[in-house]
T-cell receptor, first 110, second 115 residues
Framework: SQQGEEDPQALSIQEGENATMNCSYKTSINNLQWYRQNSGRGLVHLIL?????REKHSGRLRVTLDTSKKSSSLLITASRAADTASYFCAYGGATNKLIFGTGTLLAVQP | DAGVTQSPTHLIKTRGQQVTLRCSPK?????VSWYQQALGQGPQFIFQ???????QRGNFPDRFSGHQFPNYSSELNVNALLLGDSALYLC??????????????FGEGSRLTVL
């Protein structure tokens, strides 16, 4: 299977703390993206990092990419209760389809 | 600007039946992909439609078929339903050419339960 793997599978933190989740993938990629999903609803795109980039920021989000290790991490700083959701990495290669990881369930306690 | 819309939101079928799910892409988008998401798992790519043709297909049997209409909307059909087909079916759209950012826009999904 080409599906990426994420760890941890679940993460529980307090409001104000930082949350870090990791993604490992198996193929060469053009870009890697992170999506958020609330309670089994639709996915919302958070951030995209291209294969020639090593780090990218967007608001409270920071993404890193290490193509030599085929891994990426998503850092959410100063987390809020509203950040409680499942987070998925997704990556694409030469084709147009995206392959999603297994997801990290983040719970932020108020 | 309407986003991706899917219907129905929930449906229950029995084994052996057939189901059709519908998707209208975001305005300005011409490419539709379908994903299956089992409970507790990440979405799995089923297939992608562009210019009314299936362009790519994931590892799904022929029981899964689709269609794209001239207005870019799409249908997913699943025949001979199995219990294992119970899942959230997600439609995503994008613009294949032009100012493409790589981002997919998802609908809220159709939750299928097979009894």
């Amino acid at each position: 299977s080409q599906q990426g793997e994420e760890d941890p599978q679940a993460l529980s933190i307090q409001e104000g703390e930082n949350a870090t989740m990791n993604c490992s993938y198996k193929t060469s990629i053009n870009n890697l993206q992170w999506y958020r999903q609330n309670s089994g609803r639709g996915l919302v795109h958070l951030i995209l990092i291209r294969s020639n980039e090593r780090e990218k920021h967007s608001g409270r989000l920071r993404v890193t990419l290490d193509t030599s290790k085929k891994s990426s991490s998503l850092l959410i700083t100063a987390s809020r209760a509203a950040d409680t959701a499942s987070y998925f990495c997704a990556y694409g290669g030469a084709t147009n389809k995206l392959i999603f990881g297994t997801g990290t369930l983040l719970a932020v306690q108020p | 600007d309407a986003g991706v819309t899917q219907s129905p939101t929930h449906l229950i079928k029995t084994r052996g039946q057939q189901v059709t799910l519908r998707c209208s892409p975001k305005s300005g988008h011409d490419t539709v992909s379908w994903y299956q998401q089992a409970l507790g798992q990440g979405p799995q790519f089923i297939f992608q439609y562009y210019e009314e043709e299936e362009r790519q297909r994931g590892n799904f049997p022929d029981r899964f078929s689709g269609h794209q209409f001239p207005n870019y909307s799409s249908e997913l059909n699943v025949n001979a339903l199995l219990l294992g087909d119970s899942a959230l079916y997600l439609c995503a759209s994008r613009q294949l050419a032009g100012d493409y950012t790589g981002e997919l826009f998802f609908g809220e999904g159709s939750r299928l339960t097979v009894l």
